[in-house]
């Protein structure tokens, strides 16, 4: 063999050996991996894993993403990338059953209309173009579910939502809810929900909705939900304490002071028969929770806007029985909760505390400000105005209060003795003295946050806006409750991206400085323009009776005020970005030109060095 | 051993006796920050990590590792300092490690120089440190295997500036090959597996799990077996011309 021969054998099989023995370890040890990350990012969780683990059919996975759109916008490109690595992680994990394909949808291509087609929701571009980052799942019966769009805001969901898509696949049938309220939820006959959280839960469970006279719970039921009930019958409540100790999956949203029970009718009056108070016939108290139906929580910290009329003037103030429970206020161990980001608004919602004694675990999941206080249920009724209620305002001592709270564990019937005698028939064989299983019992104590005028707002110019993640927080208790278990076990993820806290805090001081000077501008302007539009009027009206010049002469000052306010008013709207600004500058000469500097006079002090060594 | 260490401080003592260290630190020095800031618009993220850095890294390492290693053997030939070499009592393998190991040595310390922008973001506020660690050693192994692949070309020329352009043509091979742009191109006349098997090679593919801090061993074992192939290339390329090879 010529040396020529064996040089390009030897390489060819050196290449070729590099090759196999990489292509092999993927193969086979695709799985040991260390994830280094703080929050662990990649280590799936325990519902992921199971979730996995219990596919019995191959789902195919496709991520559409605009792979060169999104290089322009840092921050979706780093959530692309985040995406695409848990993707990859549950797809090595699933040993084949999970097959993800990427594309890339082109402009006008097949692949956009397919992502159209999909209903996948694209990002416009500042450009007229469009991201597509969405993810589509099917299963070999062709049904699919989407994600529309990832939004880097709803990182700590992510992998949530992605098992969820893949989980709703697996399932042989839909959820079922059982529905009691007195609340006008229902839809009408054979039409879709008007409220939109009740639109939205029907669009993923089966509804199933019990009449004010109900004797049983559907067997199929998943999960029960009791929202502002009417006040149960002893037979009803025996149901439902039979339904937690068999099926242990319970939504209760109480409330001391329904304000949407109350909401009048077209003929301007109430529903006939509306209650403005629920409780559960002392079920509450059994599962270990103590619920005073005559005491209301209020945050003045944190009261809504409400109109208000003041000496005349219609006025905008803060209404503490109103109030928005921010996302530090929500329990973060909870997928269902934790990744609420707009928080939470609520009418003056009673509170909940724990009854001493009990073995069930509870745990708040809503929580007020360290300033709530609280109200007696009557006072609250008879709307009170927010001098009103800021003037004996006191801080409660056991303050912050719990809003909702879940209880779990198992419990014993509150019916040691049996089914109730004289109500309904039931077979005493089927009686249960304790949980089957653990129960899980979601307590909100608040109905009027179902009431879209809570959690929405109709903007005249830009339409319907979401204000509050009321809408979520119900949507996704019924997927912890009534969905698959592989999700309830899904813990809360945090977020891969880290804030440059102190940038935000640049920002949001320079804000807060330069919107002060911003307002005090805009007064003294309105006022100039007043001024100059009333000087215009009596200017014309008077410029027979000689008395022009003076009026000219402030019309004149009235017009540099009102330039110089408004090109000061464009200086503070550049300044919002001025210190933020210096502060990258600086920080680009200290991590470009600092090293580099250091680098050249070290290499000029080497050189001399080096010469002076020289004989 | 004796040999590799003072393979590997004549080495290292031949960079920084010459401008090219230096003008290869004070270019790296300008380079990855600026695309740091300029390109990856660092600021514009609002997020405290160096995911702008790690993201443009390879592209810069796939430019300059060719550069520093196109000298290793092909300056050696042009000099006629390779016959000399090679017969001093010192192994082949210790020389190509030697040399690859002083070269690697100036590519960590490039990456060092990165070390301000670090300290910058945990000013800024608090990123994952340990990820970021994470990042830089999948940063240092990826230049390792770019320097290894720019020794094994040098060793086929005894132009610099060849082993340059072939370098950096191999390295922009093995990172490309796992983007959609060339698996396109490729699955038009590979079969579907063929094309996935390329893309598997990818030295981009490898990097993303570990700037993101997650080390796997298939990965960590592509980068040194990499590094590997090409000392291994380099030493059989040399080795021939020693007049061995059968």
Redo the contacts between chains.
Sequence with gaps: MSAGRFIAVMIASLILGFAGLNLFLRATLEGVRLDLTESQLYRLSPGALGMIDRLDEPVSLTLYYSRSEAAQYPAVRAYGARVRELLRTLVARSGGRLILQEIDPAPFSAAEDAAIAAGLSPLPTDDGGQIFFGLTARNAIDEARRIAFFDPRDEARLEYEIVRAITELERARTPVIAIATSLPLAPARGGTASNPIIADLAETYELIWLDEAFDAIPPEADALFLIHPEPLTDAQTYLVDQFVLSRGRVLAAVDPLSHVALKPGPDGLPPLRARRESDLAGLLSHWGVMYDVNTVAMDAEAGLPVQIQEAGRTRMRAYPLWFSVPPAGLDRDLPAVAALSRGINLGSPGALLPAPGLESRFSALILTGPDAARLDVDRAAASPSPEDLMRDYETAADAPLVLGARVSGRFASAFPDGPPAGEGVFAPGDHLDRSALDAEIVILADSDLFDPAFFQRNDPVQGLQVVADNLALVLNLADWLAGDPALVGLRARASSARPMVRVDQLRSEAEARYLTLEDQLQASLLDAEARLAELSRTGRASALGGAETAETVEADALRATIADARARLREIERGFRVEIDALERALMIWTLWIPAGGVILAGAGFGLYRRWRRP | MTGLNAIYRRELAAY??T?LA?VF??VF??AA??L??QT??L???????L??LF?YLPWLLLVLMPALAMRAWAEERDRGTLETLLASPVALWEVAAGKFLAAWTVAGLALA?????WI??N?????????T??AYFGALLLAGGYLAIGQALSATTTNQVIAFVLGAAACLLITLAGL?LVLDAMSAWLPGAAAE?LA??SALSRF??LR???????DI??FL??I??GL??AM??ID?RRGG??
């Design positions: 920084f006796q401008p230096w630190l004070t020095a300008i920050p600026s740091t800031w990856g618009r600021f514009e993220t609002g997020r405290a990590d995911a702008p993201d120089l990165t070390f301000p922008l910058a973001i000013w800024l506020g608090s990123p994952d440190n340990a990820a660690a994470t959609p098997a598997e090679l993303e799990s993101r801090g997650v080390i796997s061993l298939p074992a592509y077996s990499l590997v192939l291994a290339c059989t390329l021939a090879g059968r």
